[in-house]
């Protein structure tokens, strides 16, 4: 196939796909490695925790666990690669750190929650984020809290709705901002369209949104860096991509949206060697790939001579319609670039190679 083809842009490619036994809510890779994990519940209403390893071509069952709660959620942002342990939410509340080489009891447990955790995240692990390893868990409880796992029972931080207001399920968590020792933010999406971005050097909201639909997924385009970019996803198919570099007193950071389709986007994941390329899963078992273009200046003064920010644009590379069932889980390998592994609610995990990433 000559490189002239209409073929030059990115083709999004399912390599591998696996029907399973249960209901599959997250699948993450375990880092430096040919395996990935995934999450959910079996319909008797217990957990499960599956480790596949990709070979030749096919997912192999490499080791399966039953936990009596199903799992909601799961990183490897808080831990080490030479340890590798998995960190999962469940729908008890619970927060707990796996060693999946010995799965039987959990190396780190707490009571995080009232009830289900429906988003977790790390962050000072893999060598991404500088500071301690924390992990930072949402739940429908309301809360948004940060724990760290050398910290047993307390969190060291709990973000939760003042004395009197209505508690919002929280529907999803990311860190960001972690580029020094005493930096790190995290930014938290509610099921009433509220983005909150907390500062956790200073302990305070530093600033809040609404977009008038649930918030199903927020993520930084990289959490190590100074605050460059938020991607916020929603229940009716329009996401929205905030230029974190420039914050205006009343005006907050500037946004630019995009509607990928009429259905929820579950998911937005940036690609872990271009952090201006990301994928969103969406709930008509649809892919779209999606390249962020800077505006020529990034800032502006206003007429009082205040700094505001300028979006740039977004353009679709490419999309794929996987199933009729929503895609609600979606991780790329952060080793070898546009490998990806996804799950959905037709009870399937597939692994797709997307090429032509570095062409774009």
Known sequence: MSMSSPLAKPQIITHIQKSLNYTVFDSKWIPCSAKFVCLGNFARGTGVMQIYEVQHGEAQLVKEVEKPKPIKCGTYGATSLQQRHIATGDFDGNLNIWNLETPEEPIYSVKAHKEIVNSIDGVGGLGIGDGAPEIVTGSRDGTVKVWDPRQKDSPVANMEPMEG???????????????????????????????????????????ES?????????????????????????????????DMRTQHPTKGFASVSEKAHKSTIWQVKHLPQNRDIFMTAGGAGNLHLWKYEYPGQRSKKDSDDVDVGVTGSVSLLQNVTLSTQPIASLDWSPDKQGLCVCSGFDQSVRVLIVTKLNMV
Do not use: P
Not at 182 to 204: E, H, W
Not at 211 to 224: H, L, M, P, S, T
Not at 227 to 241: H, P, Q
């Open 165 to 207: 207001e209505t508690k919002r399920d929280c529907w999803t968590v990311a860190f960001g901002h972690a580029f020094n020792d005493q930096d790190r933010c995290v930014c938290a999406g509610y099921d009433n369209g509220d983005i909150k971005l907390f500062d956790l050097r200073n302990m305070s909201l530093r600033w």
């Open 210 to 242: 609404n977009i008038k639909n649930g918030v199903c997924c927020v993520e930084f385009d990289r959490k190590d860096i100074n605050m460059n970019k938020l991607v916020a996803t929603s229940l009716e198919g329009k996401f929205y991509v905030y």
